[in-house]
């Protein structure tokens, strides 16, 4: 949902009763298009974030210490001069739009105390901070100069007179009126063109609503507003991305998507655009490492395919054996500079025709035909063991694979490059070979069964290893799905019996977090820990089992999961 006039009006309200009368201390510009004012207020220290970027154009309270460059931009500086030791005496929104004001009183120079207006436009790519002396109406400078050749309308520099951004000929959304809003049209976009300070989302549940019905929702929302009692609100689908936040229901992401609220509509944002933007990012690495993983799987079994192909030319290999043992027992027959020789096989006295190198002699002829078989049949054994090396390889990969789709956060995915780095399958990068490696902290999703049993669930191998061989104990039920990638699953039964609804929980878990997760019926096996081993030099996550039975569920992940 875009930053709208509604959501401007909502925190416009919670940062007045907050900021107003507090003092500016300091001022940071972590990056080009971001500052954070620290206010200090009777209720302790305040930050109020603002970036421009266009994806994310927002103005909120925050937490936290982002890094600041090692020396100040020079709108840092003019800011710092400006405003530190000013006071706040209004924080406002500018009618329905975009605009949030903050009016200070500070001294000059001189000594003199002169107004200064601080407006942020949120505006998507025409957002700004601008500066404006309110003596003279003028700029003072702006995060983002906008001169002729970007606007021929209208220009942001320093000394020009600050005029607000052209009106849309719409109709604010505190001033529509009955007729108005019934009038406004049956779908979103008409709502959109005619109705001020909306979003998109927003214009289409007013759309969605009976003509009658509209104006005593844009009451209520606007009454909400002004009386601080709105519930801030996000909605997450169902692979944990944000899909929208707002301070009024939703019903086109209701039913669809998980609601997450809020105390306060600065933490709604923030989690928000935080969670979007990683979400977003994250996405986009899984996507380069699953491109990577899937290429070295592709070559893997284009590797055992080939491998096959030459075991089953080496395993055909008895007709050189008796070849060389025809020509010997047959010497006598042989004449040098023979291309071919028909002679009679002795163990079923058929005639056999045996090729021949015409430039070596009979008797090297026949020591080429046992020294090819004897190649062939050492080819066998090694042959044979590259073809379980390259297998393991590709269980390995198709795990680590499953996992990377699966994974949802970028602090395990980070744990996800390191181990196939570490397993020698990617190359680490130049700044990552040079810094040392973070000591490895298992942290399994955690779950509660319906009994009070905790579950544990590996979000990669190296976790895999670590609840099923260290944090497990023997009697404790180890579960994973039946010849499919996905990750270790153990309930600390604690050596009670664990009831048939518990272990169906857990199976269902294990399918949820494996390849199968969009299937049906998926087998999963379960045994005891004390049943799991771990071959030596067996790559990470891969064990071996016995002593298993095996249940058919539909993947489920029953209910919310944390991290331990």
């Known amino acids: 949902m875009a930053f709208d006039g509604t959501v401007t009006a909502a925190m416009a309200h919670e940062l007045s009763d907050l900021l107003v009368q507090g003092k500016i201390d300091r001022v940071h510009q972590p990056t080009q298009e971001e500052l954070i004012l620290q206010i200090h207020t009777r209720q302790g220290n305040r930050k109020l974030y603002a970036t421009i970027n266009p994806a994310s154009a927002q103005v909120r309270l925050m937490t936290g210490s982002p890094l600041n460059p090692p020396a100040p931009s020079p709108f840092c500086m003019l800011l710092r001069k400006h405003l530190i030791g000013g006071r706040i005496t209004d924080l406002s929104q500018k009618d329905c739009e975009r605009i949030l004001e903050i009016t200070l009183e500070t001294r000059n120079e001189l000594g003199f105390s002169v107004s200064k207006k601080l407006i942020f436009e949120i505006m998507g790519k025409h957002s700004n901070i601008i500066l404006v002396d309110l003596t003279t109406g ?30 849309q000929n719409k109709v604010p959304f505190r001033d529509a009126s009955a007729q108005d809003l019934a009038q406004a049209g049956a779908t979103g976009k008409a709502v959109l063109s005619r109705i001020g300070g909306v979003s998109p989302a927003l214009a289409r549940e007013i759309a969605s609503a009976a003509p009658e019905e509209r104006k005593s929702f844009l009451d209520h929302l606007t009454e909400s507003i002004d009386a601080g009692t709105f519930t801030p609100r996000v909605y997450v689908d169902e692979e944990g991305v944000p899909r929208e936040f707002s301070i009024v229901p939703l019903r086109e992401y209701e039913e669809t998507c998980r609601v997450q609220t809020f105390p306060s509509l600065s933490e709604a944002v923030g ?43 080496a395993e055909d290999s008895d007709h050189l054996r008796l070849y060389g043992e025809l020509l010997t027992a047959n010497m006598h027959l042989l004449k040098s500079g023979l291309s071919e020789i028909t002679v009679t096989n002795y163990y079923d006295g058929q005639p056999v025709t045996i090729p021949l190198d015409p430039r070596f002699s009979p008797n090297k002829n026949a020591q080429q035909y046992f020294h090819r078989y004897g190649k062939a049949k050492t080819a066998v054994h090694e042959k044979k063991k590259q073809l379980e090396e390259n297998e393991k390889e590709i269980q390995y990969l198709e795990s680590a694979l499953t996992l990377l789709e699966n994974t949802e956060d970028e602090k395990n995915l980070d744990l ?61 039920l180890w579960l994973h799905t039946k010849d499919i990638p996905g990750s270790h699953v153990i309930v600390e039964t604690k050596g009670q019996e664990l009831p048939a609804e518990d272990l169906f929980m857990a199976a269902s878990l294990a399918a949820f977090h494996s390849k199968a997760r969009q299937s049906q019926n998926v087998p999963v096996d379960y045994t005891e820990v004390r049943h799991v081993k771990k071959p030596s030099g067996a790559k990470p996550g891969m064990v071996i089992f016995t002593d298993n039975r095996t249940v058919y569920v539909d993947p489920k992940e029953p209910g919310p999961k944390k991290e331990d």
């Open 138 to 167: 003028k700029i003072v400078d702006s995060i983002k100069r906008v001169g002729l050749g970007e606007s021929r309308i209208r220009q942001i520099l320093p000394g020009l007179a600050y005029a607000y951004p052209p009106s």
């Open 271 to 313: 989690w928000y655009f935080e969670h979007r933007a990683a979400t977003s990012r994250t996405h986009q690495q899984a996507r380069d490492l699953i491109h990577t993983v899937s290429g070295k799987l592709d070559k893997l079994r284009l590797k055992e395919q080939r491998l096959q192909e030459d075991l089953a030319e």
């Open 416 to 476: 996800l490059r390191q181990e196939l780095v570490e397993t020698g399958f990617l190359k680490p990068g130049r700044q990552a070979s040079r810094m040392k490696k973070p000591h490895f902290k298992a942290a399994p999703l955690v779950y509660t069964s319906p009994h009070g049993f905790r579950v544990l669930v590996g979000r990669n191998n190296r976790e895999n290893d670590a609840i099923t061989l260290r944090m497990a104990a023997r009697t404790d």
